[in-house]
């Protein structure tokens, strides 16, 4: 097994280091604090994750196309989310609803203990899988499959991830989550999104509101 996610952070242009380190700068500007995900920011080879033709701008703090209607995630939003995953201790078992391309799934695969990732799109798995082989994470199980669903034969999680926006939470999801756990997901119609925090403590849900956000809709099925 190689270092999982370890890379080379020579390059030139856009894939140098010095790039990466602006990048993290911009994080820690906007107020990401933990060194784990700047770590993983400055690590993760994001230009792995988009099309040769974007590579170049793979370490602007921006969403990206992908294909197929999705975007990956700005890298600001990535650590946002996964700040707000982690804040509360290191959680076992997770969660990820739509893996997209993997760049998520890379981030957030070492600071976790078992990482099971949907994504509804099966080009995309292909794509995130061969990713995910390529840097080595062996705690990272990935199917194609309804997000909306959730994963019920792994359930309960300790955290779940949604990295694309429901009109409503779904209720699958909310009984997938173990007691304690917490669900991490960005909620509303296009234009009027937010990012919730949503704590389970027996039958009942806290939610935290962290600030408005802009992803593509979670829409169920497959394609």
């Known amino acids: 097994m190689t ?13 140098s280091a010095r790039t990466r380190e602006r990048l993290v700068q911009r994080l820690v500007e906007q107020g990401i604090k933990d060194g784990r995900i700047l770590d993983r920011i400055r690590s ?5 994750f988009v099309d040769e033709a974007l590579a170049s701008r793979a370490y ?11 975007t990956i995630s700005q890298p600001y939003v990535v650590a946002r989310m996964t700040e707000a995953l982690l804040a509360r ?37 292909s794509r995130a899988r061969a990713r995910i082989e390529e840097l080595g994470f062996e705690n990272v199980k990935l199917r194609h499959a309804d997000g909306m669903l959730g994963w019920k034969s792994r359930a309960p999680f300790d955290a779940i991830l949604v990295a694309a926006a429901p009109h409503a939470v779904p209720p699958q999801l909310l009984q997938q989550l173990a007691d304690g756990g917490r669900l991490v997901l960005p909620v509303g119609p296009e234009g009027q999104q937010e990012l919730l925090r949503i704590t389970r403590r027996g039958d009942q849900f806290a939610r935290e509101r962290l600030g408005f956000v802009s992803f593509v809709p979670l829409v169920g099925g497959v394609a």
Do not use: N, W
């Open 3 to 15: 270092d999982a996610g370890a890379v080379t952070l020579s390059g030139i242009g856009m894939t």
């Open 44 to 48: 993760v080879p994001r230009h792995r």
């Open 60 to 70: 602007e703090d921006t969403a990206l196309p992908i294909g197929h209607g999705q």
């Open 89 to 125: 201790g290191t959680p076992g078992t997770v969660l990820e609803v739509g893996a997209g391309c993997g760049y998520q799934t890379a981030v957030l695969a070492p600071l976790v203990g078992e990482l099971f990732s949907i994504e509804r799109i099966k080009p995309l798995v």
